[in-house]
């Protein structure tokens, strides 16, 4: 490497905070939200509540098509940061109790400005570069 191609500390730009100071929430507590939508199986759950509103254990366990034991710990991680609201029924029907799951606005943000805009934006690039490959 050439010596005139390195910075001096004084040269390096250093960003913005991420966060305004009163934000509501931390750094890490926005990072363990996208932490927990990378997982694939957790990522589905989410986009199959988005899509429901809001759905029971049992519906959810056949949309999503994962073991019950899985199921419940993924649905524990993404209540735990927030991105799911959990409410159970306080009376028991004929089947019993039942607990339902919603996803909660950081939720819905987190998919529609997050990972799906990234993939609205590969659609679009893809479709725009098919049309053109065609002319």
Do not use: C, W
């Amino acid at each position: 490497m050439v010596e005139a191609d390195r910075h001096t500390a004084t040269d390096v730009r250093r960003p913005d905070p991420p966060l305004p100071e009163e934000s509501g929430l931390t750094l890490e507590e926005y990072l363990a939200m996208q932490q927990a939508i990378g997982h694939p199986t957790r990522f589905r759950i989410l986009r199959t509540l988005q899509a429901n509103e809001e759905l029971s254990t049992s519906d959810l366990k056949e949309a999503v098509d994962v073991e019950a034991h899985n199921l419940h710990y993924h649905l524990d991680e993404l209540v735990d940061v927030g991105l799911v609201d959990k409410r159970q029924r306080r009376t028991a029907d004929s089947q019993g109790f039942y607990t339902y799951y919603r996803p909660t606005a950081m939720g819905r943000g987190i998919l529609n400005y997050g990972v799906e805009e990234l993939m609205r934006r590969e659609r679009e690039f893809s479709e725009a570069y098919s049309r053109s490959s065609r002319s």
